[in-house]
């Protein structure tokens, strides 16, 4: 089972839709990624977060530590919204020992 | 101020060959981060520089290298390559190391093993 999953793997939307993308972990950590893969490859951060809830735009990030769960909403979704976004997660390792470890991604497609 | 660069951007390499890869940071970032990328196994960590030495390094063998310069510029090597090493190699850099800071991604290399 992988550290880090995420749900739905594939998700299509018409454009106005509210898209949520949802990201479990099992280990303890000290902070999670949201990430924004356009095709071509270019990987953006659009959030880092270790409580609560952070928003930027029309997008909404939260977590929830006790349950080990977070999500990322996107609202009036837009066709330029189409990428994959990327759960990661930062271990709570303890010290400086620390690999980022990722989900497999959410593809998703906005349609006009 | 400039963003993360990587070079060369696209590769083909034959097997057995080795290859190196380069990443300049965000001017004043001292972390240089790089993720190996294939549609099999999504993206993982290879390994962490900051101030010119590696804290961390992710489960990949040996062939896998790295060095941080005195500028925080970062290169990459992988010796003997064999074709499962195909794949997008993206460096990231932020302002410190440990994974609690936002990294800020280059564009990639694409490597083609043949």
């Known amino acids: 089972k992988n550290e880090v999953e995420q749900s739905p793997q594939n998700l299509t939307a018409q454009e106005g839709e509210f898209i949520t993308i949802n990201c479990s972990y099992s280990v303890g950590i000290s902070a999670l990624h949201w990430l924004q893969q356009h095709p071509g490859g270019g990987i953006v951060s659009l959030f880092m977060?270790?409580?609560g809830k952070k928003k930027h735009g029309r997008l909404i990030a939260t977590i929830n530590i006790q349950e080990k769960h977070s999500s990322l909403h996107i609202t009036a979704s837009h066709p330029r919204d189409s990428a994959v976004y990327i759960c990661?997660?930062?271990?709570?390792?303890?010290?400086?020992?620390?690999?980022?470890?990722f989900g497999k991604g959410t593809l998703l497609t906005v349609n006009p | 101020k400039a963003g993360v660069t990587q070079t060369p951007r696209y590769l083909i390499k034959t097997r057995g060959q080795q290859v190196t890869l380069s990443c300049s940071p965000i001017?004043?970032?001292?972390?240089v981060s790089w993720y190996q990328q294939t549609p099999g196994q999504g993206l993982q960590f290879l390994f962490e520089?900051?101030?010119?030495?590696?804290?961390n390094k992710g489960n990949f063998p040996g062939r896998f290298s790295g060095r941080q310069f005195s500028n925080s510029r970062s290169e990459m090597n992988v010796s003997t390559l064999e074709l499962g090493d195909s794949a997008l190699y993206l460096c990231?850099?932020?302002?410190?190391?440990?994974?609690?800071?936002?990294?800020?991604f280059g564009p990639g290399t694409r490597l083609l093993v043949l």
């Open positions: 520089y900051f101030s010119e030495t590696q804290r």
């Open positions: 990661a997660v930062t271990p709570n390792s303890g010290g400086s020992n620390y690999k980022l470890t």
């Open positions: 977060l270790s409580s």
């Open positions: 001017s004043g970032h001292r972390s």
């Open positions: 990231a850099s932020s302002l410190f190391p440990g994974g609690e800071e936002t990294q800020y």
